[in-house]
């Protein structure tokens, strides 16, 4: 895993408290059991937390990237258009 940047780590810090909710709602804690201690799946669900707030920067950030693209490509097309005194196809 990558260092994290400080939007990822502000992420992670406001959404802390869904790691204990899923630990509680959805997992059987066994202290007897070596790896399935209340700590070691706070450790395992706050570095899964941490790869989805990876993984969700970036996924917004490339959404937000491609919808520049699109916008960008379809605003130079009328940019072009519009020098060569062409008119807009009627579909």
Do not use: K
Not at 15 to 24: K, Y
Not at 48 to 62: K, M, S
């Amino acid at each position: 895993m990558r260092i994290m940047t400080e939007q990822e780590c502000a992420l992670v810090e406001a959404h802390m408290a869904l790691v204990e909710t899923v630990i509680q709602r959805h997992i059987t804690v066994r202290p007897d059991i070596p790896g399935l201690e209340h700590d070691d799946l706070f450790q395992v669900g706050s570095l899964a937390l941490c790869r989805a707030a990876q993984r969700y920067v970036w996924l917004r950030f490339r959404a937000l990237y491609l919808l520049l693209f699109f916008i960008f490509t379809d605003d130079r097309l009328i940019h072009c258009r519009d020098r060569l005194g062409l008119t807009a196809p009627n579909f």
